[in-house]
């Protein structure tokens, strides 16, 4: 894919990982508009989009090394879940749960406008394939 419109990434201000992701982007001359996935983050129904979209695991979706995780014991939650419930009920409850708080989040988290791209975490070999 090449970004020929303007991506969306949702980071966290003070995020070295989203620095870092956002100073690749400008190197490359690609586009974007920035949102705080802190003040504005993901609604139940990008979410409904862009996890199916991404082709990844629901669980690439949780930032693992954030407070809100720990605290919130996530990881137990997404265990019992998928040991009682259906994928998709597991889905709408993770889902749920990703948008109450957007420090859940694994970040970046990038979109292309026409969502046929989602990228979660920076990785420069994945982004290099998919954005170059």
């Not at 949702?10 to 400008?26: G, M, N």
């Not at 990881?75 to 420090?103: C, H, P, R, Y």
Request: charged share 25%; aromatic share 8%.
């Amino acid at each position: 894919m090449t970004a020929s419109t303007p991506l969306t990434v949702l980071c966290h201000p003070r995020c070295s990982t989203c620095a870092k992701a956002l100073a690749w982007l400008d190197e490359h001359g690609i586009e974007y508009h920035w949102r705080s996935i802190i003040e504005e983050n993901p609604s139940s129904d990008e979410l409904s989009r862009w996890i199916p979209t991404s082709g990844l695991s629901i669980r690439r979706f949780f930032n693992t090394s954030g407070m809100a995780y720990r605290s919130q014991n996530v990881k137990a939650q997404l265990d019992d879940w998928e040991k009682t419930l259906s994928t998709a009920e597991v889905q709408t409850k993770v889902i749920e749960l990703l948008s109450t708080d957007g420090m859940l989040c694994k970040r970046p988290l990038v979109l292309d406008a026409e969502g046929n791209f989602v990228a979660v975490g920076f990785k420069v070999a994945e982004w290099e394939a998919a954005l170059l």
